[in-house]
């Protein structure tokens, strides 16, 4: 259709109104960054498998990219007293993120500066008076100053406190935003709210520091980093993955693409869509959400005339929650209710605004092998106006073959993250066979794939 068109690579839309227009047939105002519009033509050249595969790619990123970008360590509730520390490790390197006697939050490379030993182990957390090396008891304090050195007589060259102190641990840059602890092991780099770009301007309003974790799981997934994330980036595959291709199933999606390290898509819940054989009345809009919430839902509600499925399927989702956890959240818009609202921050977060989808996720390379990755899954819940909420979860683990339906916490999200893990093997395989050397995206709605090799190929070609 668009090849007939005339337009130019890039121009064309699906049929129907845009995202933007959908959401303002809705009855309350949708909140004003939903009716943004950012997309720019970035090429359509192949982008090659190797990029996913090659040992030598990853070393790259390794060397030149992870070491060199702002990236989510922690959140804040993970560091919420002094003495309590998190450890982050991206491919071979390891930080410490601690909340300090002063309360503020540091953090150090996870590495003792007598011999190198780690001293905490990968992911661990916990909280402690000080860093004491298991190797041999060089003791750090929670500011990352060496304050005891046993058998100092056998090191004169090693000054033990002072402005001129030679072993203090090594300092890795902090940031906060949005309640998350972000760290940089870049002591050059550019300060986060730099890298962050439209994110607070877009994502402030939606207050994520006041969201605590109700659900964490980290699944080892059998696919390359990139490709993970890819896998969540585009609504394209909806309708094949997740809804054994019928036909009302395609949602309306916006892409957009922000300097430098911003992109997002957000598409709608309940919505006719023109693609859909045949526009169904309000009413069949209804029936067709209702019948994905299973039977034990009752009756499906009826929409009355004037109203829409969408309006009538928020306010129904508002009460739910509000119940559940005792707030008023009639406030929200439908579109923020309902929608999927997916921001992402280059290189490896996803965070979820929306009230019925309040999802955070983190992509983790395995150090040693390209085909497969970490995905840090949480589910995020606005904190109740007046009681504290609960400490925050320790991650289930999935390995590979593990289904996400045995995190309780994740309801009826668990069989679609299952299906979508279900075709990343496949591609890993895929990528190896394939004769064509590269995957051929979509101008629009894989726009979001293509930034993310744009940033990271300015990062492993040197010129970020
Ligand atoms: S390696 Fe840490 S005290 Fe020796
Ligand atoms: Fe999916």
Same mark, same amino acid.
């Given at each position: 259709?668009? /090849? #007939?068109?005339?337009? #130019?690579?890039?121009?064309?839309?699906?049929?129907?109104?845009?995202?933007?227009?959908?959401?303002?047939?809705?009855?309350?105002? !949708?909140?004003? !960054?939903?009716?943004?519009?950012?997309?720019?033509?970035?090429?359509?050249?192949?982008?090659?498998? %190797?990029?996913?595969?090659?040992?030598?790619?990853?070393?790259?990123?390794?060397?030149?990219?992870? !070491?060199?970008? *702002?990236?989510?360590?922690?959140?804040?509730?993970?560091?919420?007293?002094?003495?309590?520390?998190?450890?982050?490790?991206?491919?071979?390197?390891?930080?410490?993120?601690?909340?300090?006697?002063? =309360?503020?939050?540091?953090?150090?490379?996870?590495?003792?500066?007598?011999?190198?030993?780690?001293?905490?182990?990968?992911? %661990?957390?916990?909280?402690?008076?000080?860093?004491?090396?298991?190797?041999? #008891? *060089?003791?750090?304090?929670?500011?990352?100053?060496?304050?005891? $050195?046993?058998?100092?007589?056998?090191?004169?060259?090693?000054?033990?406190?002072?402005?001129?102190?030679?072993?203090?641990?090594?300092?890795?840059?902090?940031?906060?935003?949005?309640?998350?602890?972000?760290?940089?092991?870049?002591?050059?780099?550019?300060?986060?709210?730099?890298?962050?770009?439209?994110?607070?301007?877009?994502?402030? /309003?939606? /207050?994520?520091?006041?969201?605590?974790?109700?659900?964490?799981?980290?699944?080892?997934?059998?696919?390359?980093?990139?490709?993970?994330?890819?896998?969540?980036?585009?609504?394209?595959?909806?309708?094949?993955?997740?809804?054994?291709?019928?036909?009302?199933?395609?949602?309306?999606?916006?892409?957009?693409?922000?300097?430098?390290?911003?992109?997002?898509?957000?598409?709608?819940?309940?919505?006719?869509?023109?693609?859909?054989?045949?526009?169904?009345?309000?009413?069949?809009?209804?029936?067709?959400?209702?019948?994905?919430?299973?039977?034990?839902?009752?009756?499906?509600?009826?929409?009355?005339?004037?109203?829409?499925?969408?309006?009538?399927?928020?306010?129904?989702?508002?009460?739910? $929650? =509000?119940?559940?956890?005792?707030?008023?959240?009639?406030?929200?818009?439908?579109?923020?209710?309902?929608? %999927?609202?997916?921001?992402?921050?280059?290189?490896?977060?996803?965070?979820?605004?929306?009230?019925? $989808?309040?999802?955070?996720?983190?992509?983790?390379?395995?150090?040693?092998?390209?085909?497969?990755?970490?995905?840090?899954?949480?589910?995020?819940?606005?904190?109740?106006?007046?009681? !504290?909420?609960?400490?925050?979860?320790?991650?289930?683990?999935?390995?590979?073959?593990?289904?996400?339906?045995? %995190?309780?916490?994740?309801?009826?999200?668990?069989?679609?993250?299952?299906?979508?893990?279900?075709?990343?093997?496949?591609?890993?395989?895929?990528?190896?066979?394939?004769?064509? =050397?590269?995957?051929?995206?979509?101008?629009?709605?894989?726009?979001?794939?293509?930034?993310?090799?744009?940033?990271?190929?300015?990062?492993?070609? =040197?010129?970020?």
């Amino acid at each position: 259709m668009s /090849r #007939a068109s005339g337009l #130019a690579p890039g121009e064309a839309r699906a049929p129907g109104p845009t995202y933007q227009e959908a959401i303002l047939l809705d009855s309350s105002k !949708p909140p004003e !960054p939903f009716l943004d519009y950012s997309y720019a033509f970035m090429g359509d050249e192949d982008i090659p498998y %190797s990029n996913y595969t090659s040992k030598d790619f990853a070393e790259a990123e390794f060397s030149r990219m992870w !070491p060199k970008v *702002w990236q989510v360590a922690c959140r804040e509730e993970h560091v919420a007293e002094a003495g309590d520390y998190h450890v982050y490790d991206i491919g071979h390197l390891s930080a410490i993120v601690v909340r300090t006697g002063s =309360g503020e939050i540091k953090a150090f490379r996870n590495a003792c500066m007598h011999r190198g030993t780690a001293l905490k182990p990968s992911q %661990s957390e916990g909280n402690c008076q000080n860093f004491r090396c298991p190797f041999h #008891a *060089w003791i750090y304090n929670l500011d990352g100053e060496l304050v005891d $050195l046993p058998e100092s007589w056998d090191f004169p060259h090693v000054k033990v406190g002072g402005a001129d102190a030679t072993h203090n641990l090594r300092p890795v840059k902090v940031g906060l935003w949005g309640g998350f602890v972000f760290i940089n092991f870049d002591l050059e780099a550019e300060p986060l709210e730099k890298w962050l770009g439209v994110f607070p301007a877009h994502l402030d /309003r939606f /207050r994520i520091q006041d969201r605590y974790i109700e659900t964490a799981v980290t699944k080892r997934l059998p696919v390359n980093w990139k490709a993970a994330e890819e896998a969540f980036m585009e609504a394209y595959h909806v309708k094949e993955t997740h809804a054994g291709g019928r036909d009302y199933s395609e949602p309306i999606t916006t892409y957009d693409v922000y300097p430098d390290n911003v992109n997002r898509f957000i598409h709608t819940t309940g919505a006719a869509n023109p693609r859909m054989p045949r526009q169904p009345t309000q009413q069949e809009l209804m029936e067709q959400i209702w019948g994905r919430r299973g039977s034990a839902e009752g009756p499906c509600p009826v929409v009355a005339e004037g109203e829409t499925a969408r309006d009538v399927y928020a306010r129904i989702i508002q009460k739910q $929650l =509000g119940e559940q956890y005792d707030q008023d959240f009639s406030r929200y818009s439908t579109a923020q209710t309902l929608d %999927s609202i997916e921001y992402f921050l280059f290189p490896n977060l996803f965070v979820f605004p929306g009230l019925s $989808l309040p999802m955070v996720y983190r992509f983790r390379p395995d150090p040693d092998n390209p085909d497969f990755s970490f995905f840090d899954l949480f589910i995020l819940r606005p904190k109740h106006p007046q009681f !504290p909420p609960p400490p925050p979860p320790e991650p289930l683990f999935l390995d590979v073959e593990d289904s996400y339906t045995k %995190s309780e916490g994740l309801g009826f999200l668990g069989p679609i993250y299952d299906q979508d893990t279900n075709n990343m093997a496949a591609q890993t395989r895929g990528f190896k066979t394939c004769a064509r =050397g590269g995957q051929t995206l979509g101008n629009y709605q894989e726009i979001r794939t293509r930034h993310v090799h744009k940033r990271v190929n300015d990062y492993v070609k =040197g010129n970020p």
